[in-house]
């Protein structure tokens, strides 16, 4: 993984030598140039003149060290933060998952979402971030990605995006738009299940393609305020490791319990999409094991999200 010293050295708008960015990233020139190839592929305005390297209209970095500095209080955490790569989730997968090591990065490649769908990942605008989380296999549970979900959307209403919250399973919306989502994968290993969990969120203003399949937002355009990433991002951070720490201690139940605060379509009009046909009902909450529970034809049925797809239709 390569670290974002490269934007934290270039952040102060100042002409760099590429021997001083090579010795601070330990790259050898042939790759740097690539690295900064992809840089300004992804957008960014960098030049290149007479062996030094200046980025103009920068924006401010995610930082790794003020990161920390704000978890003090979260044992065991090791927070990475990198200019680019293809999948903050593939990537920390890939390298062994180390427990509480967090990877983030200002722009992914090839960012993705449930089913696999492309996530949109535009550089230095928004968070993408994955969590690395050992949990013995008896405390396994279907539904945490429903109760990371809630804690998550709690942190964005209390940063002032009030209509926050989550449609089932894995989606963060506001003002009936999507404004982020979670996508937890899991390998097992003799006793404990080595979670990844990702979190995507739309953080600063900007400007989505047209072709997204529905309506986005970012934290920004809900609260009306300017948002810091990297205060954002310790909250968010902070919010997954005390729910994940509660679901050590066995209290899914009580996670599960609150999500009907943040539950978007709790008695709403709703479409189910299967692989053979769409289906209408209301939906009236999850059951136990987070499974959606739709009322379809006077009928209550229950859809597992790796079944189905949700869209609220009111």
């Given at each position: ?5 490269i934007l ?19 790259m050898?020139p ?13 957008g ?9 390297v200046?980025?103009v209209?920068?924006f ?13 209080p ?19 997968a ?39 989380w ?6 396994l549970?279907?539904a945490?990605?429903?109760c ?11 940063a ?30 003799k ?20 072709d ?8 920004e355009q ?11 991002v310790i909250e ?10 509660k ?9 599960l ?17 299967t ?10 909450g999850i ?7 739709v009322e379809?034809d006077?009928k209550?049925?229950?859809?597992d999200s ?9």
């Open positions: 993984m390569t670290n974002n010293s934290l050295t270039l952040a102060s708008g100042k002409p760099v030598s590429i021997p001083d960015l090579a010795g601070l990233t330990g050898a042939v790759l740097l140039s690539k690295h900064i190839d992809t840089l300004i592929d992804a960014l305005d960098i030049k290149q003149d007479q062996g030094h200046t980025w209209d920068t401010a970095c995610l930082d790794s060290r003020l990161i920390l500095e704000g978890l003090v979260y044992e065991g955490l090791t927070v990475n933060v990198v200019d680019t790569l293809a999948s903050t989730n593939s990537v920390l890939e390298s062994g998952v180390t427990a509480k090591q967090i990877l983030l990065s200002e722009h992914q490649t090839a960012g993705r979402g449930r089913h696999q769908r492309t996530w949109v990942s535009p550089i230095g605008k928004n968070l993408y971030l994955s969590f690395g050992d949990l013995k296999i008896e405390r549970h279907p945490i990605s429903l990371i979900g809630s804690a998550i959307a709690r942190v964005l209403q209390q002032g995006a009030q209509s926050a919250g989550m449609k089932w399973p894995n989606d963060l919306y506001a003002s009936q738009a999507k404004m982020g989502g979670i996508l937890i994968e899991s390998k097992t290993d006793s404990l299940a080595r979670l990844v969990i990702g979190v995507g969120i739309n953080v600063l203003e900007q400007t989505f393609p047209a997204l399949s529905v309506a986005a937002t970012t934290v809900e609260t009306g305020a300017s948002i810091d990433r990297n205060t954002l968010v951070i902070a919010a997954i490791y005390d729910t994940m720490k679901v050590e201690a066995g209290h899914i139940k009580q996670l319990d609150g999500w009907s605060e943040f539950d978007l379509s709790y008695n709403q009009p709703v479409d189910v999409y692989q053979d046909e769409v289906r209408s009902g209301v939906a009236l059951d136990a094991l987070g499974k959606l529970q379809i006077n209550q049925e229950v859809f790796a079944e189905i797809s949700l869209r609220i239709t009111s």
